[in-house]
């Protein structure tokens, strides 16, 4: 089990989640109910944690898969998905191990939150090659980090590493500054807006 893992599972265990209520970056908002808004599809939440990002995009007509590997995640977000209202299938799975998990191509949204920047290099490899394989030709990737540097034990990601890692089959759309909740300084984090090559 790699580092990242064994920190978030140990975070659940004793109940310290500082992301858990995260603010909901504006880009998020803009892309469902915005007025150049994505038409509903199907959307994968990848580190979808206790589901907030899920039940939103599931509350305004998204077809949505939440994935984590965190047991106690996965309790969680399917207790506040039931008690919303909201019809969203949590799957627990590696995120480099997505399509063994059952998940199929075709998702015209991809959102992480706090996934990839945490994660080591041969984590970040199976990553590209899971959403990549698993993202409609022309999806969006809506990805929020720290910065490197920036998010204490957490590695971060900048853009041109972001890039690296995703490869060929993605293009930069969009970047900017946010969301920052108490425990983050402004500026530390970003959100990067991706299309998947058609």
């Known amino acids: 089990m790699a580092y990242h893992q064994l920190l978030f599972r140990a975070m659940y265990f ?10 909901r970056p504006d ?5 469902v109910e915005g007025g150049s808004a994505l038409p509903p599809g199907r959307a ?13 995009l599931a509350q305004h007509g998204w077809r949505v898969t939440g994935v984590d590997f965190t047991p106690k995640a996965l309790e969680k977000a399917r207790r506040k998905a039931a008690a919303a209202g909201a019809d969203v299938d949590f799957v627990r799975s590696d995120v480099a191990e997505l399509r063994e998990a059952g998940l199929t191509p075709g998702f015209d949204l ?11 290099d041969e984590t970040r ?3 590209a090659r899971e959403v990549t394989a698993l993202a409609a030709p022309g999806g969006t990737l809506l990805l929020v980090g720290f910065l490197p540097g920036e998010g204490g034990p957490v590695r971060g990601i900048g853009q041109a590493e972001l890039l690296r890692a ?6 930069l759309v969009d970047s ?12 530390s984090m ?8 058609v």
């Open 14 to 23: 004793v109940g310290f989640t500082p992301w858990d209520g995260h603010l």
């Open 44 to 56: 994968l939440d990848v580190g979808c944690g206790t589901g907030d990002a899920a039940i939103y």
């Open 110 to 120: 991809v959102l992480d939150f706090g996934l990839l920047h945490g994660t080591d």
């Open 190 to 197: 970003r959100w990067y807006e991706l299309r998947r090559a």
């Open 27 to 31: 880009r998020l908002t803009s892309l």
């Open 125 to 127: 490899a199976g990553y």
């Open 166 to 171: 995703l490869g060929q089959d993605w293009a």
């Open 176 to 187: 900017g500054v946010g969301p920052h909740g108490p425990l983050q300084r402004q500026g």
